[in-house]
């Protein structure tokens, strides 16, 4: 049965601009360039080069077209034909010359290039040994298979009748298993790095040991981990002792030997086509005569404009008493692409009025941090506390904390890693997260390896310095510092 009824809803909308500036907010700043670069690409209204003098453009922000109307046009009967209330675009007062540059650096700062080495990338590096080789052509084919494979910790952790099927069907290519068995153990493993094409942990470290010079250390350490690679890896010292009738200084010779392994050998190229990472800081705070002194990253960012070319359609435009139905559609088109412009100029200025805001509440709520750079001075700091100061949405000091980089004094870091809850110690004072787990890294530090502390033991001693928490919050701290547990803290 069908019927009619009212219903009140609450939404809420984003507009087109906003979602714009959101996005752009999120962008740390390379990718911002690369953001600027795909949309001057894409919009041929935007321009990094004026084309006017400062007298035209002084003079073009006095004109106002804004109560412009065309007079001379006929009433139209389609929407084909509706004709374009044009809005000024050059001469806004609030963006005279819609520069989006942060000259936020001192002249005689000098600029500087970071140089970008080039280089092969791990795959390459491993086919170009594998291809000194005298290996048959079919063969050949089915290594670089092999190779190509490879994670980026350079294990083969596929099934090898799996890697033949997968053969079979992508590439038409015809074998068995036992050929890969062959050219993975007497090609692929014998390439360099040292232990790459090993299919677990294991096999990894004895490639590695069988390559060493072989010595009594060296023979006892592939030795262990051959025939109890479990009971070396849990720790269980007294039982290796025993089983292999060794003393505690040969065991503990064996395991600084395995410990000079390279558990990870892909690991030396930072991913299979990856050559270097370099990190751009979005932000730089300097202490300038005892005062802190915050500035945005905006060298690299070109100045926009909006082109002269396409402003001077709309003069022709305006002159032009009778227009045609293809003029229209360019004029339309034009209007389109200066609009897109006019928002994005609009929303870099936003983005970067948002950024510096954001930042500098950020930088005075940690002012003593940033002055001392004693991380105990680093106060408790959830997104809220930003929102509520700069009266904006968490989501937006999100996409700030999240992706963004602050060159300090002290280095550089990401601004999250700013951000910790707190807690309240035995003397009633708010204490940072971060304080607790520095308090904890010390204690495990200073420990006695021969009987590391166990959670429990660690936070017994953490209530004892004024920090009463549970063990199982203890546990947790200890996993985000990757600090192992107490078994596998343990030395001899």
Known sequence: MLRQELQHKLQQKLSPQQIQLMKLVQLPTVAFEQRIKEEMEENPALDDQPDYS????????????????????????????????????????????????????????????????????????????????????????????????????????????SIVDDMAFSSNIYTEVSVLENLLTNYIQKLDPVGVGARDLKECLLIQLENKTQTETVELAHDLLAKSFDAFTK???????????????????????????????????????KIIEHIVPDFTIRIINGELDLSLNGRNTPQLYVSREYSEMFDTYKKTEKKSKEQKKAVLFVKQKLDAAKWFIDAIIQRQNTLMITMEAIMDYQREYFLTGDEREI?????????????????????????????????????????????????????????????????VDQENKLKPLTDEKLAKMLKEKGYAIARRTVAKYREQLNIPVARLRKEI
């Open 379 to 443: 106060r408790p700091m959830i997104l809220k506390d930003i929102a509520e100061i700069i009266d904006m949405d968490i989501s937006t000091v999100s996409r700030v904390a999240n992706s963004k980089y602050v060159n300090t004094p002290y280095g550089t870091f990401l601004i999250k890693d700013l951000f910790s809850e707190s807690m309240t110690n035995e003397d009633g004072e708010e204490v940072s997260t971060r304080e607790i787990k520095r308090i904890l890294e010390d204690i």
């Open 235 to 273: 720790k269980h010292y007294k039982k290796l002792m025993q089983k292999h009738g060794i003393t505690e200084d040969e065991l503990r010779e064996a395991i600084s030997e395995v410990e000079r392994l390279n558990p990870k050998p892909g690991k030396a190229f930072g991913g299979n086509t």
């Open 54 to 161: 400062e007298d035209e453009m002084l003079e073009s922000n006095k004109d106002d077209y804004d109560d412009y109307e065309d007079q001379n046009e006929p009433e139209r009967d389609s929407i084909d034909e509706v004709d374009i209330n044009i809005d000024e675009y050059l001469s806004d007062d609030e963006y005279p010359s819609y520069k989006s540059y942060t000259n936020n650096y001192s002249s005689d700062d000098e600029e500087k290039k970071v140089p970008y080495a080039q280089g092969k990338s791990f795959y390459d590096y491993l086919t170009s040994q594998l291809h000194t080789f005298r290996i048959d052509e079919d063969d050949l084919k089915i290594a670089d298979f092999l190779i190509g494979n490879l994670d980026e910790d350079g294990y083969l952790r596929r099934d090898l009748q």
